[in-house]
């Protein structure tokens, strides 16, 4: 079956512009994650949603980021006025249910590059 | 908070030698422990995941890790390096009624034919 699709694959923006970026999950998956990767470094928490709904917002670095989930399936994650240290892959993953056991399916992520 | 730490940003083994990663968690509460493997341009793979039960895990492409509450360990391990085996790795603990994943900062390994 199909996994965690994204789009796009690589995004190319100057500083101060807005960029939505995309993921659809696994069909059927309730949850879904939003994880930023930047150079050198293990993947972080952005969000979380459960349904429709985010759960847990806690890594979301500052007022630009936003995302959403309103028919809880594909989210979109938003970044208003981009900066140069936004650069980074974006990951979206999505898993089965809620509870830390669920294994949770990346998709291949999204380049963005703030110029 | 948790946290993970992984020895080693780099290692690099022979071909048919033994791979040893090694991952130290910190957690206020009993862990869900993963290790993930992320190919050049693919996306995160899971290898193998401790949640309750059996210490000794066993994981896809014939990797293994044990869960060694008494160190807060969890290496990965695998008798005989391939070299497709090479790639980054990375440790994750998880709660069990949080649902983030908190990663390490990743161990790059080389097999060297």
């Known amino acids: 079956g199909a996994g965690v699709s994204q789009t796009p694959s690589n995004k190319v923006t100057e500083k101060g512009k807005y960029v939505e970026l995309r993921c659809d999950p696994i069909?059927?998956?309730?949850?879904l994650y939003w994880y930023r990767q930047s150079l050198g470094q293990g993947p972080e928490f952005l969000i979380y949603?459960?349904?429709?709904?985010?759960?847990?917002d806690s890594g979301l670095p500052n007022d630009r980021f936003f995302a959403v989930r309103p028919e809880g399936s594909v989210s979109t994650l938003k970044i208003q006025r981009t900066e140069r240290g936004d650069s980074a892959v974006y990951l979206c993953?999505?898993?089965?249910?809620?509870?830390?056991?669920?294994?949770?399916?990346f998709g291949p992520g999204t380049r963005l590059t703030v110029l | 908070a948790q946290s993970v730490t992984q020895l080693g940003s780099h290692v690099s083994v022979s071909e048919g030698a033994l791979v040893l990663l090694r991952c130290n968690y910190s957690?206020?509460?009993?862990?869900?422990l993963f290790w993930y493997v992320q190919y050049p341009n693919q996306g995160l793979q899971l290898l193998l995941k401790?949640?309750?039960?059996?210490?000794l895990v066993k994981g896809i492409n014939g990797f293994e890790a044990e869960f060694k509450k008494s160190e807060t360990s969890f290496h990965l391990t695998k008798p005989s390096a391939h070299m497709s085996d090479a790639a980054e790795y990375f440790c994750?603990?998880?709660?069990?009624?949080?649902?983030?994943?908190?990663f390490g900062a990743g161990t790059i390994l080389r097999v060297k034919s």
């Open positions: 993953a999505s898993s089965q249910g809620q509870g830390g056991r669920n294994e949770q399916f």
């Open positions: 069909s059927g998956h309730t949850a």
């Open positions: 949603f459960q349904g429709t709904g985010a759960a847990d």
């Open positions: 957690s206020s509460v009993p862990p869900y």
């Open positions: 401790y949640t309750t039960g059996a210490t």
């Open positions: 994750a603990v998880s709660k069990e009624y949080g649902n983030k994943l908190v």
